[in-house]
């Protein structure tokens, strides 16, 4: 199947500028575990396409994207506070209390860690284990219950986890894509790293979480950040 690198929600979302050399890598997680680089298959800014995927078996499959931190935001102080409180970036604003720099323009350096989850054929109870297992990312949403599993669960529990441990206090955000000009629903994960929602019955979803981290004076930029998703979706009501 083809498939384009997006960013942005509602009247902003739009196809990734990306350069290729920024992605560090792009690979699918396989039912049985096998990890298949996919980075040869990215041919970036195609007329309708950003590249194109192929799986070999049916089952539950997880896609990988990560890029590197070589991106960077800089913008006013007024518009980098309202950024940092309406995303729950609770390091930086602490930061910038602290240091008496809320008036003080902010800047990011930024990456992107994100994950699809793709079922091929009819969802079965066999196929869906690597759904529910971190990939190492430096930022990343585990489903603690695949959304694919039979019977479809009531609820979706997620943990959140950053740089190998769960993190507490993270806003996440689960947006339909079909209506994406603002979420659906947003909670903040707990001392486990945990929040859940409500399994949507269909339709495309995007669960995201940002987190951040001071960076020492000697950096370029302020902060380091990084903007981690999970995408999923269903073909019809059960």
């Known amino acids: 199947m083809s498939l384009t690198l997006q960013v ?19 690979a699918a997680i396989a039912p049985n575990g096998t990890v298949i680089d996919l980075r040869g298959n990215l041919h970036l800014a ?3 396409e950003d590249g194109d995927v192929r799986f070999p078996s049916p089952g539950a499959y997880v896609l990988m994207l990560e890029t590197d931190d070589r991106a960077q ?3 006013p102080a007024i518009r980098f506070n309202d ?15 602290r240091t008496h720099r809320m008036d003080a323009d902010g800047s990011e350096n930024y990456s992107r860690q994100a994950k699809a989850l793709v079922q ?17 990312l430096a930022l990343e949403i585990v489903p603690e219950q695949s959304p694919y599993a039979v019977p479809r669960p ?9 740089q190998g441990r ?7 955000k689960l947006t339909n894509l079909e209506h994406d000009a603002a979420p659906l629903e ?33 950096r370029e930029t302020d902060f380091e950040t990084i903007f981690s998703s999970l995408s999923f979706g269903f073909t019809s009501s059960p």
Do not use: C
């Not at 909670?187 to 960076?215: C, E, K, Q, Y």
């Open 154 to 162: 009531a609820a979706l529990p997620v943990r959140v986890i950053y």
């Open 186 to 218: 947003m909670h903040l994960t707990d001392a486990a790293g945990r929040v859940s929602f409500t399994m949507p019955n269909g339709g495309t979803w995007l669960l995201n979480v940002i987190w951040t981290r001071p960076l020492p004076q000697s």
């Open 8 to 26: 942005g929600h509602g009247p902003f979302r739009q196809r990734s500028p990306i350069p290729l050399n920024r992605i560090t890598r792009f």
């Open 73 to 75: 935001s800089h913008l």
């Open 120 to 136: 091929v054929g009819m969802p079965d109870a066999d196929s869906q284990a690597q759904v529910t297992k971190p990939l190492g």
């Open 166 to 172: 769960p993190l507490s206090g993270a806003l996440v």
């Open 46 to 48: 195609g007329n309708t």
């Open 83 to 97: 950024y940092l409180n309406v995303e729950g970036l609770t390091p930086a604003l602490e930061q910038r209390k």
